[in-house]
């Protein structure tokens, strides 16, 4: 279980814990060992939140064991969602791989904003031709520039060059730190689960601050998802990771009032934005800390908060592609590829919600105000570094799922929880829809 020893050191966690986990592989077909990744996530995650009940009082947890065929599932949930029966539409037909004229570029444009730059960038509807004008690195430079999303393919060797890379390579795989002193706060009322009364503010958006929050939720947190009103977010993609949570509307210049109530109630704040985006709203963990010791923060994001590119934009898709993952799951040598999940964001959203549950039961013990954080492009040169595996495996069929109705909307089949934590609910509660609940907690402190 090497990745999850390395985020066990990381974070805290005794390694032993570890020791009680086995676990059936998923089967993908991949030259990187991206089933390890997937399980040891999953595995820290459970075996985290089993510390925090121990330290809550409950008897310590048995042996814990991951289900490769739900962890298949859950890490291409894509696959498995379905809306009314119906399968949603997940990739813009303008993201994708494009060659350029010196070699490759991997866009995103899902949202349409993105879509909109990309446009306005190219000069032309026509992706394909608009790409093959520019020289990769140009075309990436112009998009950093204009908010349009375009990275340039590299080899393993080109990223590690690069400035950025090398900073990276300097952090651990998750960052955890103290960003002031406090008190320790008190563990609210037992309840049936480990997390049960923790209250969890959820800034995140896309998969994997998603993931985190939906992890910590399954274990019993009250999340509230909050969400500006001018920015929609996808209803599948909502519906894929929000099970557990409630979702408000809430604009945190207009209503700032509103969000340090939340704040001031709040247990965790977890973030998924760019590292510098919630700056000027008082959300860096230092500014925080002041304002409400003991909280603690969290923050996931593609390139880090530290290093040339702290401030760029990012998805996974794109992470694969800067780094040489692409290039390393290539069929030809020359086409570049993809993992068969999109499994930077999935393992980054359960080592997420492992650092949060280990810093809770840090700071319930010792003080502090503590922050956690994940970089994708850090969990990417991890997976780079691990030895390689043979791509030959089959690919897998079917996949576990569940049906869950979401309360005054559509029918949902989605994929089964995956945690493993002593007395871990077999089914999620069901999802809210966008938007619908109040900016408001639910429990009493």
Known sequence: MTFARAAAAAIGLPSELLDRVGASRPAWSSTLPVADLAIDAVAVASVAIDHVAASRGSAPGGDVRIDGAAVAASFGSDKVLRIDGATPDVWSPLSGFWRAADGWVR???????????????????????GVARWPALELEQAAIESGAIVAAVRDEARWRAHPHAQALAELPLITATSAGDAAARSWPAQGPLPLSGVRVLDLTRVIAGPVATRDLAHAGAEVL??????LPEFAWQHLDTGHGKR????????????F?????????????????????????????????????????????????????????????????????????????????????????????????????????AAGGSPHVEIVLARVAQELLAAPPTDRREPAETGLPSHVTRVPGGPLLTHAPPILAFAGAPDRFAPPRPWGADPAEWRTAP
Do not use: C, K
Not at 107 to 129: I, K
Not at 247 to 258: G, K, M, N, Q, Y
Not at 265 to 281: E, I, K, M, N, S
């Open 107 to 129: 866009t995103h444009a899902n949202y349409p904003h993105h879509a909109a730059r990309l446009r306005a960038l190219l000069g032309t509807d026509d992706v394909a031709r």
């Open 260 to 364: 340090e109530r939340l704040l001031a109630g709040a247990d965790v704040l977890v973030t998924g934005y760019r590292p510098d985006a919630l700056a000027r709203f008082g959300l860096d963990p230092a500014d925080l800390a002041e304002r409400r010791p003991g909280l603690v923060t969290a923050r996931i994001s593609a390139w880090g908060s530290e290093g040339p590119w702290a401030h760029r934009r990012g998805f996974d898709s794109i992470v694969q592609a800067t780094t040489g993952i692409a290039m390393r799951e290539s069929r030809d040598g020359e086409t570049p590829g993809a993992l068969p999940v999109q499994a930077l964001d999935h393992a980054s959203g359960h080592l997420l919600a492992a650092a949060v549950a280990a810093a809770l039961a840090r700071q319930r």
């Open 225 to 230: 998802r909050i969400d500006a009103p001018g």
């Open 247 to 258: 979702s408000a509307l809430l604009d945190l210049a207009a209503d700032r009032e509103a």
